[in-house]
């Protein structure tokens, strides 16, 4: 595998958490709710998958545990926002806190006081016949079945929201949720769906993270992924292929700084690290008004004031 190659698919791999939280937050942002917790699902994804593939074994079922866990997630996110009508900025930031914190408490419950630990990772699957085919072939016929459903998803997402029925009513419900409760559409519970939707999508790409990527679990080790998803579901206009593009676009931004730590280049490491967090805020400034949201996002709809 050439330089050049080896380089692309190390973005792709740094990409995917990035895409599957973009795209969990893409269905919870289109329906109205704005979804800062993904952060927090991307890192209950880690530890359950982690946690449930360390004692049997099975990432499989680690990663259905972390779906689950993420819908759960998801369903709080949800409770509070749609049916408590707590502020969805809080909610999310405390969703955050309380992740982090109990994630780390039980990993050092589970992992032994945090030692390392060696899961059953996922390992990459060949297609017969595609994965020869030069260059192309390295990059999208020799990965893995998250990148394989992550490249379903995000076609199926795109053919979803622009060309069904439910697609419409998620996005007019993101709209103009009076106009939608008036035709029929109850936004509640459309608002949970896609809510607790984005919980589990956001918490495959922590299983990812988990199960593929280093295959262990760390403390915090979702670093902001969660935060630089947003940026990315926001330069991508809240459209599944242009997030899916702009966490490709971050993840090479990771890879390159990966890169030059490795060169030994006298450049110091911590500007390295905040390489691809300082592109997310180049493009969030440079795109912000050239990506109009949801008009209900964040708007908190009380049925009785329809």
């Not at 958490?17 to 704005?34: C, T």
């Not at 990432?59 to 369903?75: D, S």
């Not at 059953?120 to 297609?127: F, S, T, V």
């Not at 709209?175 to 607790?196: C, D, H, M, N, W």
Request: with cysteine; hydrophobic share 55%; aromatic share 12%.
């Amino acid at each position: 595998m050439s330089l050049f190659t080896d380089y692309l698919a190390s973005s792709i791999r740094l990409a995917v958490p990035l895409a599957f939280a973009a795209l969990g937050g893409m269905y919870s942002e289109r329906a109205g709710i704005l979804n800062i917790a993904l952060e927090g699902m991307l890192l209950t994804g880690a530890f359950t998958s982690a946690a449930t593939s360390f004692y049997t074994g099975n990432p499989w079922l680690g990663i259905f545990a972390a779906v689950v866990a993420g819908g759960m997630v998801g369903f709080l996110h949800a409770f509070l926002s749609v049916s408590l009508r707590v502020n969805q900025l809080v909610s999310g930031l405390a969703i955050n806190l309380v992740v982090s914190g109990l994630t780390s408490f039980l990993a050092r419950l589970v992992f032994n006081d945090g030692s390392v630990q060696k899961l059953a990772g996922i390992e990459a699957i060949r297609i017969p016949g595609f994965a020869n085919i030069p260059f192309i072939g390295e990059l999208l016929f020799q990965q893995d079945i998250f990148v394989y459903l992550l490249i379903f998803l995000i076609t199926f997402s795109t053919y979803f929201l622009f060309r069904t029925s439910p697609g419409l009513t998620l996005r007019a419900v993101g709209e103009y949720p009076q106009a939608a409760e008036t035709a029929g559409i109850s936004v509640l519970k459309v608002r949970y769906f896609a809510v607790v939707g984005s919980g589990c999508l956001a918490s495959l790409g922590g299983a990812y993270l988990s199960l593929v990527q280093v295959k262990y679990f760390a403390e915090g080790m979702t670093a902001g992924k969660g935060f630089i998803a947003i940026a990315a579901l926001i330069f991508g206009k809240w459209h599944p292929i242009g997030s899916g593009l702009a966490s490709l676009l971050f993840g090479a931004t990771e890879a390159l700084q990966l890169r030059i730590q490795a060169l030994g280049i006298n450049i110091p490491y911590q500007f390295l690290i905040m390489l691809p967090y300082a592109v997310a805020l180049i493009a969030l400034v440079s795109f912000v008004k050239k990506s109009p949201p949801p008009a209900a996002l964040g708007i908190t709809y009380n049925q009785e004031r329809k």
